[in-house]
C-alpha cells in the first residue's frame, strides 16, 4: 500500500485527534494531497486538501474552522489536525493523491488511495 492513514480513534465530542498520511513510495512533493471520509451507509466525501506546495488548503463547509490540513515534503507526510470534534464526524478517513500540483474536492482527481482509519466520536 503506498498510502497508509493512521491516528484514528475514539474521542469524546469536543476532542480532538491528529491524523497522518505517510506516503511509503515519496511521490508527495508534487502533488496535492487530500482527505476523504465514508460513514456508515453513507457515500465517500471530500473534507480537505492541500497543494503539493502546501500553500493553498480546501475545506468542506461542515468541518471549517475545526480542521487543518498540512504537509511535511521533508518527510512525506500529510496531517489532518481535527478540533472540537462532533459525533457526525464519525467516518473512515482517507487519504489520496491528486493527479495534480493543486488542490481540489473532486475524487476524480485523486488517483492513488490508501486505506483508512476510523474516526468514532461519541456524544
Known amino acids: 500500500v503506498q498510502l497508509q492513514a493512521s491516528g484514528g480513534g475514539l474521542v469524546q465530542a469536543g476532542g480532538s485527534l491528529r491524523l497522518s498520511c505517510a506516503d511509503s513510495?515519496?511521490?508527495?512533493?508534487?502533488?496535492?494531497v487530500g482527505w476523504f471520509r465514508q460513514a456508515p451507509g453513507k457515500e465517500r466525501e471530500f473534507v480537505a486538501a492541500?497543494?503539493?506546495?502546501?500553500?493553498?488548503?480546501y475545506y468542506t463547509d461542515p468541518v471549517k474552522g475545526r480542521f487543518t490540513i498540512s504537509r511535511d515534503n521533508a518527510k512525506n507526510m500529510v496531517y489532518l489536525q481535527m478540533n472540537s470534534l462532533k459525533p457526525e464526524d464519525t467516518a473512515v478517513y482517507f487519504c489520496?493523491?491528486?493527479?495534480?500540483?493543486?488542490?481540489?474536492?473532486?475524487?476524480?482527481?485523486?488517483?492513488?488511495w490508501g486505506q483508512g482509519t476510523q474516526v468514532t466520536v461519541s456524544s
Open positions: 489520496a493523491r491528486s493527479i495534480f500540483s493543486y488542490g481540489s474536492s473532486r475524487q476524480t482527481d485523486f488517483n492513488s
Open positions: 513510495r515519496r511521490t508527495f512533493s508534487n502533488n496535492a
Open positions: 492541500i497543494s503539493w506546495r502546501g500553500d493553498r488548503t
